[in-house]
């Protein structure tokens, strides 16, 4: 959850912070988070380069907004980095020619700086377009 007025030992955080905790017997604590968003189109040339990930930073959720329908159904995207182009939302975790929201909340934390990308494969289609967002911890 992100925004004000959620309960956390008497502090509500503020805009822009979600709760978090290392593991079950950690006490949960409220990070800072920032987000990235970034259009894309059919024709856009892949790999689409969204976001360079910063070190030692968790990834806290991952989505993708099909706004125009593809007109191709063997069209794909999907979201990852330079080692795993599926690693956070896979070709097989949305469906581009259908309006729709796919997200992911993957806790990712890279030891360096990553290239985050969308990978586009519009087969045959004449349109298709969405949003790409990422919101991580800072």
Known sequence: NTGEGIGLNGNSG???QIITST???SP????NTGSVEMRFDYGDATPKNIFLMPANKIIRETSIVIYTAFDDVTSTVSLGDIGDVNRFISTTDNL????????????TKYAVDTQITLSIVPGTSTLGSG???II???
């Open 14 to 16: 503020t805009a822009g």
């Open 23 to 25: 593991g079950p017997t």
């Open 28 to 31: 949960p604590v409220w990070k």
């Open 96 to 107: 581009t020619y259908e309006i729709g929201t796919y997200s992911t909340t993957p806790g």
């Open 131 to 133: 949003l790409v967002t």
């Open 136 to 138: 991580y911890e800072l």
